[in-house]
């Protein structure tokens, strides 16, 4: 027999599929992990397919040498998924099936874990020395605890002891499997009387289709999420459901642990690599047959999926932007066309991208449109802080955020503070006009790049010089517009000097666990402030907030990025959502410099349909996506002149694509990425939008080209998050 094998290296002179023998001594299946003969070296290897024949000529085809472990890693769903995505994303076969298993059991870290347990022989027939009072002690122990013990468990009755036994035979001593179980807050289920919104929800899903279901935040979609997947369980199948990133998945294990039991695993980054490698286990053994966890759950390997659900669809955290680059929704659309499953795309905010396929009739929408405790939105109130600075107040607080946080506090209750921080990108505001640096062809804010001390546009390469005057008024008083979480902490301790201000961002976050801590900290103490970043904008339930105060609305506005305006209105709606959750009504204090933007009024009024509208109508006009698509050919290495060469020839190719396809190439350019070298290697790139209809055409040309011209990885990324 004959094995196609994939050799697990990273490199793309590899990057193709090898043939080996099977020696009839090994019992080979397909999806298993080996070693084999490479040259001279001996490398591991998938098996993705077994025949009787070969391709190659038999008589130079070396023997694979053993097997790595005697089962299946990669099930057959996750080979077709390989090659459905080595075609459309254009990756490498061994770096997609990396994706499949954990790093920890690939490089041998980390192993099952072990501990000794003692059982108690046939005791009856035994005569021990009168003065062997440990000994006696350990067996009385044994009697009352089920005839056996862990090692820890007889550590006090000290070592020699237990030695004795063992050797006389009353002692025997096994091993057993530890599973390392990651951390939950845990939570009793309540179970909530469904509203009719919900049971229609529930209803209608149940074809192999995409389900848009949009629902205010509050609106039970977790409740949905939860009835659709009992459903699943109950008619003998499995679920995954993906949520954005660890800030979290505390609660939302909680809440599905107290439901669902050990029926849950969990897979995400904070988790240690033995406890992410046995909660894989688990689920590949089927003890585990609901996988929650951040994107790359998506791979979780679970067989026969009833429900697949993603819930805060729209988050940019879907997109892998490091490599290999891939959809989130696109994979899963591929598990659940396999499987014939729904797949369920939750959000209060949906991207304007599924929004359009709803309404082309490609997804299904479903609406739950008002809150499961039947309480109104929050209020959302608008501060001009203009205004504020006219009047003599150039803080980083309006009036009205300080008068309210003292009303809460005097209440004792709780406020959040976000500090919106995308990127780590920042971009130049006049403080007495409002006027921001944008990139004169095509719209978007300038990026202000510290290195060389220079303005830059993200889409066209256009470069800036720094401003030390205010264009529009003249004022010199024009600046980098961030603020930190440390300046805000700081600030309100000045005000409130009493009161208990917790920060969470990613430099307080940064050690196993501290999310929890400091959430659990936060709901404990009342009145308390929380102030962070966009960790604190998502999923949280907390009874007490009566207050959020946005702090600086904008700076996600004027990102360098097409979607910056959706992003904004997300992060809006949803910061907004954590407050007057339970009995007290709750407010939004919402500070911008720019109070007439559009997409102010929009998110005060909870306006999601409007406010398509009116970005559809802009991305249409613009030509920017979903209505076109822009693709970006990532060239780095070590060598500058080798990328340079590499981009020439391949961009004067790529050029004579505008031949064929003249109105359908909107925009094509090379140019310097604008981080220009990480970790030593120099980065280019080129930049090409195209219409839709002939996306898909120009696509494949475009990997063509690049494939014949290169040795080394080049990257592909479709509409990316992030222009860095
Ligand atoms: P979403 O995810 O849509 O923002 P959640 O699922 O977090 O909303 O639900 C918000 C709150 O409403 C939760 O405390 C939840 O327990 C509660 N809830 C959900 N469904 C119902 C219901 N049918 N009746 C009463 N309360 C409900
Ligand atoms: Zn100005
Ligand atoms: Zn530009």
């Known amino acids: 027999m004959f094995a196609k094998v994939i050799i697990d290296q990273d490199v793309k002179a590899l990057d193709k599929v090898f043939e080996y023998i099977i020696p009839d001594n090994l019992n080979i299946n397909v999806g298993m992990r080996v070693y084999v003969p490479f040259g001279q ?23 694979i040498i053993s097997k790595i472990d005697d089962f299946s890693a990669i099930k057959p769903e996750m080979i077709d998924l390989m090659h459905y995505m080595a075609k459309k994303n254009h990756l490498k076969l061994a ?21 000794t347990i003692y059982i108690l022989n046939d005791f009856s027939e035994i005569k021990l020395s009168k003065n062997a009072k440990k000994q ?42 530890i599973k390392r179980a990651p951390f939950v807050i845990s939570q009793t289920s309540k179970k909530v009387e469904l509203n009719q919104g919900q049971k229609n929800a529930i209803q209608q899903i149940k074809e192999n289709k995409t389900y848009l279901l949009h629902g205010v935040t509050g609106s039970g979609k977790t409740e949905v999420y939860m009835n659709l997947i009992e459903n699943a369980l109950m008619s003998g ?44 286990k688990r689920i590949f053994s089927g003890q585990a047959r609901i996988a929650i966890g951040a994107r790359s759950a998506i791979f979780a390997p679970i067989e026969n999926l009833g429900i697949i659900i993603i819930d805060e669809e729209h988050e940019a955290s879907y997109i892998s932007e490091s490599n290999p680059r891939f959809d989130t929704h696109d994979v899963a659309q591929f598990r659940a066309r396999y499987n014939k499953c729904p797949l369920v795309l939750g959000s209060a905010t949906p991207s304007i991208e599924s929004y359009e396929k709803a309404k082309q009739g490609e997804y299904e929408l479903i609406e739950l449109a008002t809150r499961a405790n039947g309480r109104e939105l929050p209020k959302i109130q608008i501060i001009d802080m203009m205004n504020e600075i006219r009047t003599g107040n150039s803080g980083i607080f309006s009036n009205q955020l300080i008068a309210d946080l003292a009303n809460v506090i005097n209440n004792k209750k709780q406020a959040m503070i976000f500090i919106n921080r995308r990127g780590y990108s920042s971009f130049m505001r006049c403080r007495d006009c409002g006027y921001i640096a944008k990139c004169v062809d095509c719209d978007v804010s300038l990026v202000y790049h510290r290195e060389d001390n220079r303005l830059k546009c993200h889409y066209c390469g256009k470069q800036y010089k720094v401003l030390d005057k205010c264009p529009k008024c003249g004022s010199e008083n024009i600046k980098n517009g961030a603020v930190g979480t440390e300046q805000v902490v700081h600030k309100l301790a000045e005000y409130f000097p009493d009161v208990k201000i917790l920060r969470m961002d990613n430099d307080t976050t940064t050690t196993k666990n501290s999310h929890q801590k400091i959430l659990s900290e936060f709901k404990n103490t009342l009145p308390s402030i929380l102030v962070g ?53 709750g407010k939004v204090v919402l500070q911008t410099y720019s109070p007439h933007h559009y997409v102010y009024k929009f998110a005060a ?70 981080i220009k070298r990480i970790q030593d290697k120099y980065r280019y790139q080129i930049l090409m939008r195209f219409k839709l209809n002939k996306a898909d055409e120009i696509e494949d040309e475009v990997f063509n080209i690049v494939d014949k011209n290169t040795k080394t990885s080049v990257f592909f990324e479709v509409n990316p998050q992030n222009l860095s």
């Not at 605890?145 to 063992?166: D, H, P, Q, T, V």
């Not at 660890?246 to 033995?274: C, D, W, Y």
Request: with cysteine; glycine share 4%; aromatic share 10%.
């Open 605 to 674: 009024n909870y306006d999601y349909k409007g406010f398509f509208r009116k970005e559809e109508n802009i991305r249409q006009t613009s030509q920017f996506p979903p209505f076109t698509r822009i693709l970006r050919i990532l060239f780095s290495d070590h060598e500058e002149n080798y990328v340079r060469e590499m981009l020439k020839i391949c961009y004067t190719e790529i050029e004579n694509l505008k031949n064929k396809y003249k109105d359908d190439i909107i925009y094509l350019d090379a140019m310097k990425s604008p």
């Open 136 to 177: 006696y002690e350990i067996i009385e122990f044994l009697k009352s605890n089920n005839l056996k013990a862990s090692s820890a468990e007889l550590s006090k009755y000290g070592y020699s002891a237990i030695k004795a036994l063992c050797e006389k035979n009353i002692l025997i001593k096994e091993k057993r499997e």
């Open 533 to 585: 970043t966009q960790m604190i904008a998502k999923g949280h339930d907390f009874e007490n907030v009566v207050l959020v105060g946005i702090v600086d609305a904008d700076q996600s506005l004027y990102h360098a990025d097409y979607r910056s305006t959706e992003r904004t209105f997300q992060l809006i709606t949803q910061v907004s959502g954590r407050a007057g959750r339970s009995e007290s009504e």
């Open 237 to 280: 199948k499995n679920a995954i459901m993906l949520v954005p990133e660890i800030s979290l998945t505390p609660q939302i294990m909680s809440n599905f642990k107290a439901r669902f039991g050990e029926n849950v695993a969990l897979l995400h980054s904070g988790l240690s690599a033995g406890e992410r490698f046995d909660e894989w």
């Open 41 to 63: 070296r001996i490398l591991q290897g998938f098996v993705i397919d077994i025949n009787n024949s070969c391709e190659y000529d038999e008589n130079k085809l070396k023997k």
């Open 95 to 115: 770096s997609i099936l990396r994706l499949f298993i954990p790093a920890e059991m690939r490089e041998g870290k980390v192993k099952e874990l072990f501990e």
